[in-house]
């Protein structure tokens, strides 16, 4: 029987693959048959990836993607891909007061300068087939639920959202198609580096927040993103979709 979420024969990389929401869809993109291309900053980290994934034929590359120069190095080394997933990304709490240039600068830097900039030098150098996926990893946090101190990461994931829509448009003739996944809380080291600002009392009341009333786990994400990648979702494309427990159908 066919099965139209397999990812059989296809390459994948991802980003920010190294722990949380990027680990666990490298590892469940190896579960449905795809060559994985995990990236991050440090290669210890990858290869504790990498003896996670199944199968065969996966990879590692090592490097800062805020640097131009590794990520032509990168473009330059990877082969043909069927998709790519954007995992790796920042978070900073401040009041808006005391959220500098600088500040904005090194969010937007790691969650959309660097992404974006990759994107266009893997479609202008052609190692994005006819029929690939682009997945963004984005966050509710940019277009459908605000917090307060959390204005340069939301501003970041916002601006991430309108040019994945507006590249699903520019892609759309050669048949690649380019979605964001918004998460709510998802419990990474990133949230549990958040978390250590709080009070167990006080986590405890924003779960119970959630419709489902728990955070997202890295598998609850990387579910969507093997959708997105697969071919039951060809004609998916431009769509920011939600998966956070039901948090925004307040």
């Given amino acids: 029987m066919n099965n ?102 090194k969010v937007f830097n790691v969650n959309f300068f660097s992404p974006i900039e990759l994107l266009r030098l893997l479609v202008k150098k052609k190692k994005l087939v006819n029929g690939s996926s682009v997945v963004f990893i984005s966050s509710v946090g940019g277009n459908f639920g605000f917090s307060v101190g959390n204005g340069a990461y939301g501003a970041s994931k916002a601006a991430l959202n309108s040019m994945s829509r507006l590249c699903s448009l520019e892609l759309a003739p050669k048949k690649i198609r380019v979605n964001a996944i918004c998460p709510g809380m998802v419990e990474t080291p990133l949230v549990q580096g958040f978390s250590q600002n709080i009070t167990e009392e006080e986590k405890q009341r924003d779960i119970d927040f959630y419709p489902l009333k728990r955070y997202g786990k890295p598998e609850d994400i990387a579910g969507g993103v093997v959708y997105l990648l697969s071919e039951a979702a060809s004609w998916v494309t431009g769509q920011a979709i939600c998966i956070d427990g039901g948090i925004t159908a307040y």
């Fill in 4 to 105: 139209p979420f397999s990812l059989e024969g296809k390459t994948i990389l991802v980003t920010g693959a190294s722990s949380g929401i990027g680990q666990g869809c490298a590892v469940m993109a190896a579960q449905m048959g795809a060559k994985v291309i995990v990236s991050g900053r440090n290669e210890e980290r990858l290869q504790e990836t990498l003896k996670q994934l199944q199968g065969e034929g996966h990879t590692t590359f090592a490097g800062d993607l805020t640097d131009a120069a590794v990520i032509e190095k990168m473009v330059g080394e990877v082969p043909a891909l069927d998709g790519v997933v954007f995992s790796a990304g920042i978070s900073m709490t401040a009041p808006f007061a005391f959220t500098t240039r600088e500040k904005f600068d």
